[in-house]
């Protein structure tokens, strides 16, 4: 399952003729694995996309917070974790068996996606995307891609 592996590394995600991504081997997804695309904690120039069930492990964690803790700044923060959580969520969708992926419209407009690839960097838990190799380059760091 997706949300099962560590996801590291920097890649290129070709997009079919249906906009649909093409996720690397390794991560193992499996046909009706839910993710979610997500506002990037670093801005609109990159989407990330987690497992539904990371999502849901962490929104389960914030509420168990808000339920037991005493400590009023803890459950604070657990709100306005939740809230960031949930407020960067775009859309759900399914990872098919041959580990493709539908890209809504919605992601391509806010990507700025014209060409046919994606730039991916998997950081554990999520894939960051990038929708051209500049920007790719400028958020890892270097330019060396590697090939899956």
Known sequence: ????????????????????????????????DKVVFCISDIGEDAIDLYPLSVISELISRCDELILTSTDDSIVMRAKNEKRRICGSALVQA????????????????ILGVDADKYYGVGENNRIKFFSNEGKFKEYVGHSYIKRV
């Open 94 to 109: 399914n990872v098919d068996a041959h580990r493709r992926l539908t890209v809504n419209p919605v992601i391509r407009e």
């Open 1 to 32: 399952m997706l949300g099962d592996v560590g996801i590291f590394g920097n890649f290129p995600c070709g997009i079919d003729e249906k906009n649909r991504i093409i996720l690397p081997g390794y991560t193992e997804a499996e046909k009706g």
